[in-house]
């Protein structure tokens, strides 16, 4: 949101090719654990930003996240849960076909038919990559 927020008000932004930070994922870091609440509140971002660029402002308040997250099954723990496995079987798929290991992309296709979370965040990747690919600034 910070970055998002930046480029609205018409700083400008750039990548560095060194990189300043390493980390490393496992099973019970925050990323894993909290993965279906980060593609929620990446996507909620998005849409406030979209906001403001199309009239100047958005239209955050408390009430808006919480329709938001309820619109997208926050509050059902189980849903919350399947999706949180989706994307953590996904993310071993992706590490797998990387690692030229094919048959793994079978299992990634079953997570990206089943889950909405994986889907959200191939399409986020996909656009992503487009811009990328066109020296795009402006971000979805």
């Known amino acids: 949101d910070l970055w998002l927020r930046l ?3 018409g700083c400008s932004l750039g990548i560095l090719n060194e990189p300043l930070l390493y980390f490393r994922r ?3 870091s925050v990323s894993s654990q ?3 609440t980060q593609v929620l509140v990446e996507k909620y971002i998005r849409r406030l930003y979209r906001q403001r660029l199309k009239t100047g402002h958005d239209r955050f308040s408390e009430q808006d996240l ?3 997250l309820c619109r997208n099954r926050y509050y059902d723990q189980k849903y919350v849960q399947e999706e ?3 994307l953590r079987n996904y993310q071993e798929a992706v590490k797998e076909v990387k690692s ?3 048959r793994s992309g079978i299992r990634a296709m079953k997570c990206f ?3 909405h979370a994986v889907r959200e965040k191939v399409r986020t990747a996909l656009c992503r990559r487009w811009k990328e690919k ?3 600034i402006n971000i979805f």
């Open 7 to 9: 480029l609205t008000e």
């Open 134 to 136: 066109h020296d795009a």
């Open 113 to 115: 038919l089943r889950s």
């Open 84 to 86: 949180n496995e989706h």
């Open 66 to 68: 919480h329709r938001f």
């Open 26 to 28: 496992h099973s019970s």
């Open 34 to 36: 909290k993965a279906y």
């Open 100 to 102: 030229r290991r094919y």
